[in-house]
């Protein structure tokens, strides 16, 4: 699909004498040596070198030659075939990659498809520079140029078209819901992450402080102390009113970090902190010792260094030093033996859960003197574990039990943490109303109790309850509770979550404009964490989103930074969910082999076994293909079999477009069947109150329809519910168009048409529909020029034959 086509009007083209292969480029209107200065980067054309700030941006060729040539011809809109002469040398160049090289441009200035602030697609033509730019000299300072706009701002984008439906979301729903569900506790570390790439991020620094794992100089029996030591200075400054980030989210950063400078960067470049803390200990003698550096952002240190018989008693003296630097000084005395070996126990345990060593953490437990082992606290740690590793059934049991013992006026804290336990293992239990219950109780409880991590997670649970009900407004009200308590309590990991959840919802009630921008902010905290399965899982939804809002180019985009994380993605619910949206996203823009290669393998896959609600997705997708492709007995055994096994609760909107692509391909061979089949649909989708499945059952009685009063009264009924849904909209609105044509009711298939005519700029479908009624309109111009927009579009796409009869006069 070519990236220069955006809206539906017609323009000619330009062309120029082809440039021979590998002839040096030479770009008019640069004929010394300068600069191309535009907002904060500049372009060295000798040099060859773009740069962005005091950061020199590394490049293909032909990347590089695209930026410099439309820079330098920014007077005037650039053609399609010009740009491809000038840069390739050639004329026979794919519109993939002339769209790959210019999405590779737009990341390279620091411009996106959507915005088209500096790099913008002229539809039906080709690109132009449109960023205000200066040309100095090499040496001169640098400049700022005023915003002057060129031309008017690209107009929105158009609604989604019939092959844009999202097999998806759905599922990709349950798995946020599934990882979140648990709080941070319940996702898990895979072995296999690869560690955070170190970026500074673009947001402000926050109020929290970071604990980083301790640097240990003692026997390989205290390598506990590198975790434990670490999650005790961060609880202790915690208790005390100071913003921590949660140890769960630093370990996630400096995983396989090498050694402590490594890791501060790490830390600096993921998170917004503060200030860090560096803490070391070694054994002196019989005693041990506790050094802790306090880094502030600016890079001032302050350092405390303190005694004691044993490492609990000398890092709690070390986190009452950091205390007063902080101007927290805490009265007291420190922990008396027996305190200490519960920290001890409690820190051992912590730090085998932070370690992902669930095992080693339950066998501390087990093995601890009873009179620790019965402890309050160290039951919550067992209750923890449990949600960790899914032992909801245990989990339950022990919550009851312990409620039972800690009552809430002499605990409520630790009754209200019990009560949010509770609510995860319900939730994930699928016991909604016990869950809302436990959640209710736990929000009352810690409210106002100065423990906003625990309040945040709990209004992130009862959100997503509400999801899961159906209750969008409600859920997004929680989750914004949520946010406010998790930005008070300093954890990025959960407030990236919560943005994942937040556009969830948005997706699931069509509203993929509002959705796209925390997917992308999660998505990139995910990556700088080095979370792999969060990261990929963020890049469906974007994949969803941007074919909603039929951007299939920004797709494919989103789908090859998952494809390019894949090896990393140890969930298989995961990887099966991206490989159907990579599908997706592939024949949207045409590429219909490779999308079949990625289903084929999907669906067979045995080691893992792939997600059998994928497999039957994936199914759906196949069908949809074969159909557009003429195949339709193919696609009918494939449909059947993915309505049959898509039955299970959230998958309904799937069903529905599997079920009309049965009902369309059996009209081609069985009629009668079709119409059981549409039939049988209708019946079941009485009783949905969900858009998308009444209106794909309208469309299928309207394609199984036995005349055409019948058919028409079924389309207006598809086109009447679409509830604001762009993707809907242009479903109905080709399937009735065409019909509309067919019949020669032209001034009402003009009307329907006009609907998505904006849509034919970048969607196959909307641009046959286009074609056929300006043939059928006798407007020979506007025919010709849709019917050869329509095949820029189609890649592997057949032109059906009717127009391809009609194709040499067009040409």
């Known amino acids: 699909m070519r990236t220069t086509i955006a809206f539906a009007s017609v323009a000619g083209f330009v062309t120029v004498e082809a440039l021979p292969a590998r002839q040096p480029r030479r770009y008019a209107g640069v004929m010394t040596r300068t600069f191309l200065r535009f907002g904060d980067g500049h372009i060295d054309v000798a040099a060859r070198e773009l740069w962005r700030g005091d950061r020199r941006i ?38 993939t990659m002339l769209g790959k090289a210019i999405l590779a ?37 640098a400049m700022v140029v005023a915003a002057v706009p060129t031309t008017a701002p690209p107009a929105g984008r158009p609604a989604t078209a019939p092959q844009r439906r999202r097999t998806a979301l759905a599922v990709l729903a349950a798995v946020v819901v599934a990882a979140l569900a648990t709080g941070w506790f319940g996702a898990r570390q895979a072995p296999e992450t690869a560690p955070p790439r170190a970026e500074a991020t673009t947001a402000g620094r926050g109020d929290a402080i ?28 915690r208790a005390r009113g100071v913003a921590v980030m949660p140890s769960d989210s630093v370990v996630r950063v400096v995983a396989g970090s090498q050694g402590r400078d490594d890791a501060q960067r790490r830390l600096s470049g993921a998170a917004a902190v503060r200030s860090l803390v560096l803490p070391a200990v070694r054994r002196s003698g019989k005693d041990w010792v506790v050094r802790a550096e306090l880094v502030d952002v600016g890079g001032a240190r302050r350092t405390v260094q303190v005694e004691g018989e044993s490492p609990i008693t000398a890092t709690d003296r ?113 016991r909604l ?7 209710d109780e736990a929000i009352g409880l810690l409210d106002g109790r100065g423990e906003p991590i625990a309040l945040g997670r709990a209004y992130n649970d009862r959100g997503i309850l509400e999801a899961r009900e159906g209750h969008a407004d409600a859920a997004l009200a929680d989750f914004s509770r949520s946010r406010v308590a998790i930005t008070l309590g300093g954890d990025p990991l959960l407030l990236a979550q919560l943005d994942g959840n937040e556009s969830t919802v948005q997706m699931t009630h069509g509203r993929p404009a509002e959705a796209l921008p925390t ?71 045409g590429r219909i082999a490779e999308a079949r290669s990625v289903l084929d393998a999907l669906i067979q896959r045995t080691a893992p076994p792939a997600d059998p609600g994928q497999a039957a997705r994936a199914r759906a997708i196949e069908a949809r ?103 809907l909209v242009a479903e109905a609105a080709v399937a009735y168009g065409n019909a509309l044509v067919a019949q020669g009711r032209l001034d009402a298939a003009a009307i329907v048409a006009g609907r998505v005519a904006r849509a034919a700029g970048q969607d196959f479908d909307c641009a046959l529909l286009q074609a056929r009624l300006y043939h059928a309109l006798g407007q020979d111009a506007a025919w010709r020029g849709a019917l050869a927009h329509a095949r820029e579009l189609a890649g592997e796409r057949p032109i059906p034959q009717a127009l391809q009869r009609l194709a040499p006069a067009a040409e």
């Open 519 to 589: 997917l992308v902010r999660a998505g990139e905290t995910f990556r700088r964490f080095g979370m792999a399965n969060e990261y990929v899982t963020s890049l469906v939804n974007q994949i969803g989103s941007h074919l909603q809002l039929l951007q299939p180019l920004d797709a494919l985009e989103a789908s090859d930074a998952g494809w390019a994380e894949r090896a990393r993605v140890t969930d298989p619910q995961v990887r099966s969910a991206f490989e159907a949206a990579r599908a997706d996203a592939l024949a949207a823009n």
């Open 625 to 727: 293909l074969d159909l557009a492709l003429g195949d339709a007995g193919t696609a009918a055994v494939l449909a059947r079999a993915a309505v049959g096994a898509l039955d299970g609760t959230g998958d309904e909107a799937d069903r529905a477009d599997a079920w009309l692509t049965l009902a369309r391909a059996l009209q081609v061979t069985d009629a009668g069947a079709a119409r059981e089949q549409a039939s049988a649909f209708a019946a079941w989708a009485k009783d949905i109150d969900d858009p998308r499945v009444r209106v794909r059952a309208d469309l299928a009685r309207a394609a199984t329809a036995d005349d055409a009063a019948t058919a028409t009264a079924a389309f207006e009924a598809a086109l009447a519910g679409v509830d604001g849904r762009s993707e």
């Open 433 to 439: 109303a016990q869950a809302r219950h436990a959640c």
């Open 318 to 430: 070390a986190a009452r030093r950091l205390l007063a630097l902080l101007g927290h000084a805490q009265a007291g005395d420190a922990p008396a033996d027996t305190d200490i070996g519960l920290t001890e126990l409690l820190q051992r345990t912590d730090a085998a859960r932070l370690a992902d060593n669930l095992e080693l953490a339950r066998t501390l437990v087990e093995q601890a003197p009873p009179a620790l082992r019965d402890l309050p606290e160290v039951r919550e740690r067992v209750i923890r574990i449990d949600l960790r590793a899914g032992r909801f059934d245990a989990a339950r049991a022990a919550i009851a039990a312990l409620l039972a013992r800690v009552s809430v006026e002499s605990e409520p804290v630790m009754h209200a943490r019990l009560l949010e336990n509770l609510c995860v293992a319900e939730l994930r239990s699928g």
């Open 58 to 95: 590394d490049l293909p060729p032909t990347v590089f030659d695209c930026i410099a040539y439309l820079a330098t011809h920014r007077d005037r809109a650039v053609g399609r075939d010009e740009l491809v002469a000038a840069v390739w040398g050639k004329t026979a160049v794919s519109d």
């Open 105 to 141: 441009a737009r990341r390279a200035t620091g411009d996106t498809a959507g915005a088209q602030a500096i790099l913008r697609t002229v539809p039906r033509y080709g690109y132009r520079w449109v960023a205000p730019t200066a040309e100095v000299a090499a040496d001169a300072p």
């Open 210 to 237: 970071a604990v980083l794992p301790a640097e240990v100089l003692a026997g390989s029996d205290d390598d506990w102390l590198r975790l434990g030591l670490m999650d005790l200075i961060a609880t202790r400054l």
